[in-house]
Each structure stands twice: as structure tokens, then as C-alpha cells.
């Protein structure tokens, strides 16, 4: 136990030392999709300019079906992810 | 604990990254210390926090990383939420798709042309009752949205069958107040205005047209009977773009033409709309009626360097990518149950490449659909799930966006549809996608000028 201990300081060391000679790091998203960005209005999911659940329908076309009360939303992409997540 | 998402692809892009997201479609710039880190990450995970934080000392970062999905819990299933996923599109499959084939016959005779033998046109009655079939699955599936596609052969050679068919749904979407979209797959050579118009009439029409390189080598790869075939479509192109919503051009790209196409680009920016797609697409020979054309076309090495380099010509012209890495849990819109296809005979199919094979034939507007639990319908629209529950594609992280390509040409290879038809030869071709996309983002965002770099 105290062999597998040291070998994780001493593990955590050489990590710490190599990041620290990384440059500086940087992470951005560039586009609209994923659950920390621009979420579609229907469902969360991916879409911007066409609904990838169905390919005939524009995103305008279901947000007024939606609005009109005409399609009943599922259970998004987006919060069946973060469910799955915090099992 | 937390682990690298199975999902994550990593695409070299200059001295620095990008880190595309399967599961949710991110795609993210990821500067060269950050991508040793993640290498690293890769290397030792599991990770717990004090790893975590010792990979990753900003904040920040480790906020995105577990935001974007890019670090997922140990226990986290990615299959079963694809399956979920998957399985939830498939149940919300609002639409019904239809295609009409409504002739086989062509006024073009090119050098690769994949169909064989061509049956008569479809009919003015035939057309009647493929059209009153369609509406009925639409009324059956209380469809809000209908996409009605036309498609040959060369479909305006059949202008009668196009006018009654878009009547029929006319009608039908009056009546149930259905939001229409169409779409038209034409060689470009009979294109007017007018039939735009019929078309169009119906909603937004999408119009995809074909040159396959500067007018010589288009001429002699797509020989139009007692014409210049490029020349005419040019023209067409000129005195119809008013009516189109969305134009695709797609060039069938081989050794004979690859070489030509960047500057065929150029010169097709000055004629094109703007907002043009290009649907740049290699040539294969896997029907019999294309067997001779084998030589023409890449090998699969050759596959990815030569798209490559075309798709990179497109997009310094500003044309958009070809294709966005989008996550649609889906291979094809054929496994939707939505989607079928009429054939001039009233045949139905389900998958636009089986066209004329009988052996996929899933019904007849005479008979409606065979639905049969065995039956080549319900293969198509399991076929996916099939995939994933076989796990051959495991641990492909194109999985979310590929979920195992095409159906027919599983089938032609191996027999089975839930096959995978896996084009991992040229994988590069996905990373590139990816690379194309991310560029384009940038460009439209005109910021980030240093990730261009």
C-alpha cells in the first residue's frame, strides 16, 4: 500500500513538473453545438439550421410547431446526457 | 473518478489541436500544452481530482473539459446513451420522406452510371397513385412535415409525373396545413424555371446539380445526346438560381478529373450563388453496371490525400465544407420509418442505392407497406441498433456520426445489412471533415485568428 502511495507522488510529481513546462494551454469551443453552448431551441440537442432528428424539418418549421402545441417534445438529448452523467 | 470520453477524436491542426466531441457535436480549439496534458490524461486515467487538477491547474479548463463532455465519470455508458439516443430519434421520427422515382431513363450516358437497364417512365396513373400513397403514410403517421424529393434517372424527362404528383400534395397539404420541403437531383440539363416554379410551389426546393470538372472533361465523362451538356447547364444554372433555395453542386471526383477541380472551382465561383454546398464525392464501381469504371477510381490510400487537397481548394474559394461532423445517432435517413421511395413501376423501396434491386423491395403503392418483423422495412430500421448491440464499432470514435455507413453496401459486401460498412482505410477523410469544419467556423466567426494560423 504505501509502495502504490509513493508511487503516486511520485507520479503526481513528474506530471507537475512536465505541465508546468507546457505552454500556456488554451480550450475553446468554436461552435453552437454541446451542452455548454448555444442549446436549439426544441430539444437541446445539436440542431441549428435543419433538426438532425428528422431531416425534413427546418428548425423555424418545428419551433412553430412547437409553439402552436403541435408536437410534443421528448426528452432531450441534452438532459437524457446530463442524466446519464450523474448516475 | 473521471476518464477521456470515448467520443473524443483529436485532429492535428498546425502546431496546436482540435478536439471534436462525438457525443454532442462540440468542437473545440485546444492549444499544443493543452493537447500534451490531454495526452497525458490519456496515459494515466482513470484520474481522480488531484490528478485532474494537476493535469489541468487552470479552472477554467477543467470547467470546459467536464462541460464539453471531454471528461465523462468513470461509469459512464457512451453505447447505451447512443442506443437511447438513437432509439429516441427513431420514435420522434416526425416526417415522412418521400422520394419519386419517376423515371429510371436519362438523357446523359456517363461513364460511371451505377443503374443498369432503364424500366419505362412512371406513369400519369401511376403517378396519381404513388402520390395518394404518400399522403396516406403522411395522414397514417400524422406527419407535420413532409419532404417530397424527385429523382431519376434524369426526373425532369418526366415533367408530367412531377406536375401530377406536386398537385396531389398540394392538396394534401392544404388540408392538414403540412410544412412542405422539396428537393430535386437533376443532371441540370432540362432545368427551367417553370418546372422550379411547379416545384417550388409545393415549399423550399434544395436542387442538386452535377459538373464533374471543366467543360472537356465534364463533356466526355457526361455526354448528353446531341449537346454540350456543360455548356447547357451553365446556362440553366445562370437563368434558374432565383428559383433555388439551396443549390448543391456535386462533382463525381476520380483520377481523370481530381487535378482540374481547384481551378474549375475558381472559375465556378464567378457562376454559382454564394451559399453553394459542394458535394464532393469519389466514384466507385460496386454495381455491375459500373464494374468497368474500376480502374478510374481511387484506391483507398488515395482516398483521403486527394479529397483532402480538394476540399482545402474549396474552402480558401469560400465555399462552405462539404459535410459537418454532426452527431445524428443515424447512418442514413433510409432507417428512419418515415423515409420510402416510389419507383416508376410502384415498387417500393427503402434505401436510394437498392433502386431496381428487387430484393429490397419493402411494398407497392398496390399492396402498402410489408412490415413484417423479418422483412426488409423493419431490417433497415433496426439495422442500426443492430450495429451498436453487435459492438463491432467499438471503439471508433466516429461511431455518434457514422453508425456503421451504409446499409447497401454492407449488404453488397457481405450480405448482411447490420454489417458495418466501415471506410476506416480512409479515416483521415473524417478528420479532415473535421479540420474543414472547424476552419469555416472560424472564418465565419472572423475571429480566432491565431487557431487559423
Known sequence: MADVEISSQELLSQIKALVSKFDKMELERVNEFGPGGQVAFCCGCVCVDKCVWNSSVDMKDLRILVEKGEVELPQTLNKLLAAELKK | ?453
Open chain 2, 1 to 453: 473518478m473521471k476518464r477521456i470520453c470515448a467520443f473524443n477524436t483529436i485532429v492535428p491542426n498546425g502546431d496546436a489541436g482540435i478536439i471534436f466531441n462525438g457525443l454532442t457535436g462540440a468542437v473545440l480549439h485546444a492549444s499544443a500544452g493543452l493537447l500534451k496534458s490531454y495526452e497525458l490524461a490519456v496515459k494515466y486515467q482513470p484520474l481522480d481530482q488531484t490528478m485532474i487538477d494537476n493535469l489541468f491547474p487552470d479552472q477554467n479548463i477543467r470547467d470546459t473539459l467536464l462541460r464539453e463532455n471531454l471528461l465523462v465519470p468513470l461509469n459512464f455508458d457512451e453505447y447505451d446513451f447512443i442506443e437511447k439516443a438513437r432509439s429516441i430519434m427513431v420514435t420522434l421520427d416526425l416526417g415522412t420522406n418521400v422520394e419519386f422515382i419517376v423515371t429510371y431513363r436519362c438523357n446523359f450516358r456517363c461513364v460511371y452510371c451505377y443503374a443498369g437497364q432503364a424500366p419505362p417512365h412512371m406513369t400519369g396513373d401511376m403517378a396519381s397513385r404513388a402520390a395518394e400513397f404518400a399522403a396516406d403514410l403522411a395522414k397514417k403517421r400524422n406527419s407535420k412535415a413532409m419532404k417530397i424529393q424527385f429523382i431519376g434517372g434524369e426526373p425532369l424527362l418526366n415533367p408530367e409525373a412531377i406536375s401530377i404528383i406536386c398537385g396531389h400534395i398540394t392538396a394534401l397539404r392544404d388540408e392538414r396545413e403540412l410544412i412542405v420541403k422539396t428537393s430535386l437531383t437533376s443532371n441540370g440539363s432540362l432545368l427551367t424555371r417553370k418546372m422550379l416554379q411547379l416545384i417550388r410551389s409545393l415549399g423550399p426546393v434544395e436542387v442538386q446539380l452535377t459538373l464533374d470538372g471543366p467543360e472537356s472533361i465534364h463533356n466526355n465523362r457526361r455526354p448528353m445526346k446531341n449537346g454540350n451538356s456543360y455548356q447547357t447547364i451553365v446556362n440553366n444554372i445562370k437563368e434558374c438560381t432565383q428559383d433555388i433555395d439551396e443549390l448543391t453542386l456535386r462533382i463525381n471526383v476520380d483520377y481523370e478529373n481530381v487535378e482540374t477541380i481547384p481551378d474549375f472551382l475558381l472559375k465556378m465561383r464567378a457562376i454559382l450563388p454564394h451559399e453553394t454546398c459542394l458535394a464532393m464525392v469519389p466514384t466507385f464501381s460496386h454495381t455491375e453496371a459500373a464494374a468497368h469504371y474500376a480502374n478510374r477510381c481511387f484506391v483507398n490510400k488515395d482516398i483521403a490525400p486527394k479529397l483532402t487537397e480538394i476540399w482545402s481548394a474549396a474552402l480558401s474559394l469560400g465555399y462552405p465544407p462539404s459535410w459537418n461532423p454532426i452527431p445524428t445517432f443515424m447512418s442514413c435517413g433510409a432507417v428512419m420509418p418515415g423515409s420510402i421511395a416510389i419507383d416508376p413501376l410502384g415498387d417500393i423501396y427503402k434505401c436510394a442505392a437498392s433502386y431496381g434491386n428487387k430484393s429490397f423491395i419493402v411494398g407497392t403503392v398496390e399492396k402498402g407497406l410489408d412490415t413484417s418483423p423479418g422483412g426488409v422495412y423493419n431490417q433497415f430500421v433496426n439495422r442500426d441498433k443492430r450495429i451498436l448491440a453487435s459492438g463491432q464499432c467499438r471503439g471508433c470514435s466516429a461511431l455518434p456520426v457514422c453508425m456503421g455507413g451504409c446499409s447497401f453496401r454492407s449488404f453488397r459486401k457481405r450480405g448482411i445489412m447490420h454489417s458495418s460498412d466501415c471506410r476506416h482505410d480512409y479515416r483521415e477523410c473524417f478528420e479532415d471533415f473535421i479540420r474543414q469544419y472547424f476552419k469555416w467556423h472560424l472564418m465565419q466567426k472572423k475571429c480566432h485568428s491565431k487557431a487559423i494560423e
